[in-house]
């Protein structure tokens, strides 16, 4: 990677940090809000992942527990 291609994510990094911020001001978002986010991109995570998100065996009572909390959490939003 070459430093001009680094600078260029760089800069393209903090122009979106600074319009989610602006969108913060405008539009606070409160802790249900967030989950739902956090949850929503976990969501498009397994999606693009084919369904199989974080599944390679080694891991199966890791994962066993987060689908476990993801699920009460998603009750508890009504997701």
């Keep these: 990677m070459?430093?001009?291609d680094v600078l260029a994510w760089i800069h393209g990094f903090?122009?979106?940090r600074g319009v989610e911020r602006d969108l913060a001001r405008k539009e606070p978002v409160d802790a249900a809000g967030s989950v739902a986010i956090?949850?929503?991109l976990t969501e498009f995570a397994?999606?693009?992942s084919g369904g199989e998100l974080g599944r390679d065996g080694?891991?199966?009572d890791d994962v066993r527990i987060v689908r476990?909390?993801?699920a009460k959490l998603r009750r508890a939003y009504r997701l």
């Design 58 to 60: 080694a891991r199966d």
């Design 68 to 70: 476990e909390r993801w």
């Design 2 to 4: 070459k430093k001009e």
């Design 46 to 48: 397994r999606r693009c």
């Design 38 to 40: 956090g949850l929503s």
């Design 14 to 16: 903090e122009a979106a």
